[in-house]
């Protein structure tokens, strides 16, 4: 699962990236508003732990632009205020939950994980372009009918792109989001994953469009235009 903490409080965010990391979740981080809505618009996260005070942009408003822009992540909002009118607030413009600091870490878990299931259980799982389709519930992957079968990072690779799609992505950016910095990966391990992807999408489907494309000079992207 995958989380993005927006947390301006850097002794704060780092105690709980490390906690949540712990218990087997992914974390990114951003440290001020206008970072943290364009991560949160920019990749699939399952659950937005948002701290309402933040600098460039507030909570409330990082909340209000998401839900305008259909974005339903759920939300968990975070604040050192705990008044009434503060929770009617952010509950009003679409956060899921709130939770006043100093708090738990065992609350904010299970805050989480509540969350996490609601938002799986809300949004959309099947990712297509032209006759591709990809299920992240099932974990399954097909083309024009036909199923195909991929290892854990190719499935996570093409998933990566397709929630990205039309769009360039860097190596360093899919290593960041595929490979989470593996100290392991080598400097042509994404080309290697790339052309095993193309050799199970692409190269079977003679009659449809190639859809994985190198930029060269920039990266990948998969479109069908």
């Not at 002794?11 to 974390?27: A, D, H, P, T, Y």
């Not at 948002?50 to 209000?64: K, S």
């Amino acid at each position: 699962m995958k989380i993005l903490l927006v947390e301006d409080d850097h002794r704060i965010s780092s105690v709980i990236k490390k906690g949540l990391e712990q218990e087997g979740f992914l974390v990114d981080v951003a440290f001020n508003g206008e970072s943290g809505l364009d991560m949160a618009l920019s990749d699939g996260y399952d659950v937005l732990v948002l701290d309402l005070m933040l600098p460039l942009l507030d909570g409330m408003t990082v909340c209000r632009q998401l839900r305008e822009k259909k974005n339903q992540t759920p939300i968990l909002m975070l604040t050192a205020k705990s008044e009434v009118s503060d929770k009617v607030a952010g509950l009003t413009i679409g956060a899921d939950d709130y939770l006043a600091k100093p708090f738990a870490f065992e609350e904010l878990l299970a805050r989480i994980k509540a969350l996490s299931r609601r938002g799986r259980s809300q949004k959309t799982q099947v990712l297509t372009i032209d006759n591709l389709v990809l299920n992240t519930t099932t974990f399954e992957v097909n083309r024009a009918g036909m199923p195909i079968e991929l290892s854990k990072k190719e499935f996570l690779l093409l998933e990566f792109l397709l929630k990205n799609k039309h769009r360039t992505v860097s190596k360093k950016t899919i290593i960041t989001k595929v490979w989470e910095f593996d100290t392991d990966v080598l400097p042509n391990t994404v080309e290697v994953y790339i052309g095993y992807l193309r050799n199970k999408i692409d190269k079977p489907f003679k009659k449809s469009k190639m859809l994985i494309k190198t930029v060269r000079g920039f990266g990948y992207k998969i479109s069908d235009k």
